[in-house]
């Protein structure tokens, strides 16, 4: 399989470009220059496959000759041996609802499903290939954790990860700030997390800079987490055992877990709607219900893995509804780079056909804790209430909402609502008391790129 970037399809690049690279040197996204498309015929030959074979069977299609059947068979098993679940993910019943529970694996919540995987990926390149890596990513809290256990102990690779000084629960950072290994750096900076991946994205484009220190990125633009989580729509579909096309609640703040469950209608699943699931932070659910993709300040909600405005994911969708014209897409993203684009009619049809959406105020999001907490002796966490909200509000037939976190991760929203934390699951209590160890940088790129530099 070829790829190419969303915002120029004269150059194409592999896999292995694709995966080290994260974001295309003019600033564009990777995308597949095109999809598989499966026949009823052969989902059905998919159908009885465990996770683990199901993974291999659907990642191995955008894999090209990076890595063999064989060894992704054998590196898909060690990735998810971590986990709590045998099968990897659970699916699970409130009422009439259905959770899809992506969050059993070693830092509590949906990212560890893909990082795990892509962790093992750079292991297994740097075993045949002669290089060190240095890895920078900008976290609003859980994929950061999800990188550094994916990453710490992994000999020629380092990771960075920035995450938005305060802004993240306690749990969350001590997932990340108590690792202690040598390759495991964590930097607090003084901003939010949409400066943290500004940092981040103009260190990736100064080449300079990037290339000097082999740098390399696992933030949600990664095309192999899109893929490794497209996964667990299609065995959801095969578990849920329906005929009907099904409907998916997707808390979504970066626009990347609603984008992999888009790959997988593309690639023939039966899904009707994906309902995009948004905070306060509602600047999607603008776009997707009125075309109104003007950005505002972030605010900080209950529900920090998607206080975000700009969603790095979305220029995927606008360069798959403009019939993947990278022209177009280039010129788009200009103007969403100024703050001035709103979706027009046309654009906007093709995109409702696929999705919905909704928001969930703050005290949405705690009503819904609570109504579940007494109805069901259930604590969400605050993103999946947002889903539960939205899908709610929308009321599908066959929807599943996804539940990206376990409940312990988010204390503050669940003591404000029903007065109660979830308690972490006993393996990782230790890491409340352990110490902690992270630097705190100003909001400034020179200052990031120097602490980097004198550290590889
Ligand atoms: C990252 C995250 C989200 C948002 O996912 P995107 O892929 O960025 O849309 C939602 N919930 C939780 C718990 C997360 O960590």
């Known amino acids: 399989m070829k790829y190419i970037s969303t915002r120029n399809d004269k150059v194409e690049f592999e896999f292995k470009d694709v995966f080290l690279k994260g974001l295309a040197d003019d600033g564009g996204l990777y995308v597949p220059r095109s999809l598989i498309k499966y026949n009823s015929y052969e989902l059905s030959e998919l159908k009885n496959l465990n996770y683990n074979e199901l993974s291999v069977e659907i990642i191995s299609l955008f894999t090209g000759d990076f890595i063999s059947k064989d060894d992704l068979i054998s590196l898909v098993k060690k990735s998810y041996s971590t986990f709590r679940e045998k099968e990897v993910i659970k699916i699970s019943e409130i009422g009439k609802l259905k959770l899809l529970e992506l969050f059993h694996g070693p830092t509590l919540a949906f990212k560890d499903i893909a990082m795990q995987l892509i962790g093992n990926l750079y292991e297994y390149y740097l075993n045949k290939n002669d290089q060190k890596i240095n890895i920078v990513v900008a976290t609003s809290g859980d994929t950061g954790a999800a990188a550094i256990d994916a990453i710490k102990g992994k000999s020629d690779l380092n990771i960075f990860v920035l995450h938005p000084n305060n802004r993240i629960s306690s749990v969350q950072r001590k997932l990340m700030t108590t690792v202690h290994d040598k390759n495991v750096f964590n930097i607090a900076i003084e901003g939010n997390f949409d400066d943290c991946q500004k940092i981040v994205k103009s260190m990736f484009s100064d080449l300079e800079f990037s290339k000097s220190i082999n740098m390399s990125g696992v933030n949600s633009i990664n095309w192999a987490r899109i893929i490794a989580q497209s996964v667990y729509y299609f065995y959801t579909y095969f578990k849920l055992n329906t005929d009907k096309a099904i409907s998916f609640s997707v808390p979504t703040g970066n626009f990347g877990d609603v984008f992999a469950g888009y790959l997988a209608k593309q690639m023939g699943l039966p899904i009707d709607k994906l309902i995009v699931a948004t905070n306060e932070n509602d600047i999607l659910h603008r776009a997707i219900s009125t075309g109104d993709y003007i950005s505002k300040e972030v605010k900080e909600t209950l529900s920090p893995s998607m206080d975000i405005q700009l969603a790095s994911n979305f220029e995927r969708l606008i360069y798959y509804i403009n019939d993947l014209d990278t022209l177009k897409t280039a010129d788009i993203m200009k103007k969403i780079n100024q703050n001035s684009y709103l979706i027009d009619k046309s654009n906007l049809d093709i995109i409702q056909k696929d999705f919905l959406s909704e928001s969930c105020n703050e005290q949405e999001t705690l009503d819904i804790i609570k109504k579940i907490y007494e109805q069901n002796n259930l604590i969400l966490d605050p993103h999946t209430a947002v889903g539960v909200g939205a899908a ?55 200052e990031v790129k120097n602490f980097i530099k004198s550290k590889v």
């Not at 003591?415 to 393996?427: D, G, Q, T, V």
């Open 392 to 446: 709610n509000k929308l009321s599908l037939n066959n929807c599943i909402v996804l539940s990206t976190a376990h409940a312990c991760k988010f204390p503050d929203a669940t003591n404000i609502s029903i007065n109660k934390h979830e308690k972490l699951p006993e393996a990782l209590e230790c890491v409340l008391d352990k110490e902690e160890s992270f630097k705190v940088l100003k909001n400034d790129t020179e």
